[in-house]
């Protein structure tokens, strides 16, 4: 079963930041297109970052400059850094997962609130 499960959100000041995490389990890893994605209450969800097999990155352009997605297929685990935090950045951050194959798989979510 894949099994994605993330962690590192919590509460911040505006300017701080925060790094997530996301373990990832039950497929093989490094073949993966792996993402975060963000939904605040009442809002759609977007994407916040992408990266490839092959290391290709793509953020959204309210995140371009401030956020960094990286992964360690050695661990199985995609991270994204989040400096300059914004009230706006407040939202429920979800790991996302897509195979060779076409199978799309979500992480449970992780609450990120900036905020004074």
């Known amino acids: 079963q894949v099994q994605l499960v993330e962690s590192g959100g919590g509460s911040v000041q505006p300017g701080g930041s925060l790094r997530l995490s996301c373990a990832a389990s039950?497929?093989?890893?490094?073949?993966?297109?792996m993402g975060w994605y963000r939904q605040a209450p009442g809002k759609q969800r977007e994407l916040v970052a992408l990266?490839?097999?092959?290391?290709?990155?793509s953020y959204g352009d309210s995140v371009k400059g401030r956020f960094s997605i990286s992964r360690d297929n050695a661990k199985s685990t995609v991270y994204l850094q989040m400096n300059s935090l914004k009230p706006e950045d407040t939202a429920v951050y979800y790991c996302?997962?897509?195979?060779?194959?076409?199978?799309?798989?979500w992480g449970q979510g992780t609450q990120v609130t900036v905020s004074s």
């Open positions: 039950g497929s093989i890893f490094r073949v993966n297109v």
């Open positions: 996302a997962q897509r195979t060779p194959g076409g199978s799309f798989h």
């Open positions: 990266i490839t097999s092959a290391g290709t990155i």
